[in-house]
């Protein structure tokens, strides 16, 4: 089959790639409808993030189940079906608590690669969920969506405990950011604050359910926030960068007691403790349970409450990848959706 394949610095190729099998009794094999360019796969295409090359790309995947293990019970051929880039079991006391991307069975998807043609899905039972019938082609980008860049925005909403009446902000323009104001604006906030200084990217986040755009970063960014706030911050703050800066930005614009829900990847963040202590800001985040949300997120979607597809803005053909993360990098797009 044919797949993306990362050999170093920018250069990732589409290879012939041995085609997927049935590993463990609880995979599952899928054809993909669709699949995407992540924000966080842009770590290791510039070089930040060491990976051991060439290395298969791509986590996130929708598609047609061709094949399942026989320990697979309630995933079955021909089933449209969602899933995250962990697979989870879904069982553990983890995955109970509604963590399951740290089920205690966990699996990178990742390190299988779904910028490809097709994927083994491990744990298919914990990790897959199938929509009500085989969708129309033009809700298949916002289920892709789901499968982790909307159930990433998401999270980050709940872990700022954004509710109904509260502000919240959200330090980030890329998808993951702009699913965070689209999850602020759907669970109920009153006034939401998108930080950005890219105008289609702005235009997006008003469309989502924007109230205000703060251009400014850094300390000034944190000085916009406090002036909107009668000089005591949000009560809510997406962080959806990863950087020390995007980090300490989202705590410093959070008034006392208010919430940072943090999904940026971090890289090479170190939190002053003191600084911190003194903030009473709570602090939680980190890689999504995405399979949490996934059948909340599904139900929205089919029934066309949200259309999360929209972020989006570049769509080629797997053959065209090399270009699709180019456009990325470049920021000449937001995010590339590649049909196979």
Not at 316 to 335: H, S, T
Request: hydrophobic share 45%; aromatic share 6%; charged share 20%.
């Amino acid at each position: 089959m044919r797949g993306a394949v990362l050999y170093g610095p920018r250069d990732v190729r589409l290879d012939e790639r041995d085609g997927p099998k049935i590993v463990e009794l609880t995979d599952a094999i899928i054809r993909l409808s669709a699949t995407c360019i992540c924000g966080s796969d842009l770590w290791p295409y510039r070089g930040i993030e060491a990976v051991q090359v060439p290395a298969p790309m791509g986590h996130e995947y929708v598609g047609i189940v061709e094949e399942v293990g026989s320990a697979v019970r309630t995933i079955e051929p021909g089933q449209f079906v969602i899933g995250s880039f962990f697979a989870s079991d879904n069982t553990c006391e983890i995955c109970r608590s509604g963590y399951q991307s740290a089920c205690v069975h966990r699996e990178a998807v990742g390190a299988i690669g779904t910028q490809a043609e097709r994927a083994r899905i491990p744990l298919a039972d914990g990790t897959l969920v199938a929509t009500p019938d085989v969708p129309p082609p033009d809700l298949i980008p916002s289920l892709l969506a789901a499968s982790d860049v909307l159930g990433t925005g998401w999270f980050g909403a709940v872990a700022a405990e954004v509710g109904p009446g509260k502000t919240v902000a959200v330090v980030g323009d890329g998808a993951v950011g702009l699913l965070g104001v689209l999850a602020a604006k759907h669970l109920g906030a009153e006034r939401i604050i998108a930080m950005s200084r890219h105008v289609p990217r702005q235009k997006l986040a008003l469309e989502f359910g924007a109230t205000d755009i703060v251009e400014e970063r850094g300390d000034v960014g944190v000085a916009r926030v406090k002036a909107l706030t009668d000089g005591l911050g949000a009560h809510s703050v997406i962080e959806a960068v990863g950087t020390q800066e995007s980090m300490m930005q989202a705590i410093r614009s959070t008034r006392p007691g208010g919430h940072v829900g943090y999904v940026g990847v971090s890289h090479d963040v170190e939190l002053p403790g003191r600084e911190l202590f003194f903030s009473h800001v709570h602090v939680h985040g980190g890689p999504a349970p995405v399979r949490r949300f996934l059948p909340e997120l599904i139900d929205l979607i089919w029934n066309r409450v949200i259309d999360p597809g929209k972020v989006f803005d570049l769509a080629l053909l797997l053959d065209e990848v090399a270009e699709g993360y180019r456009a990325m990098d470049e920021r000449r797009a937001i995010k590339t959706l590649l049909w196979p």
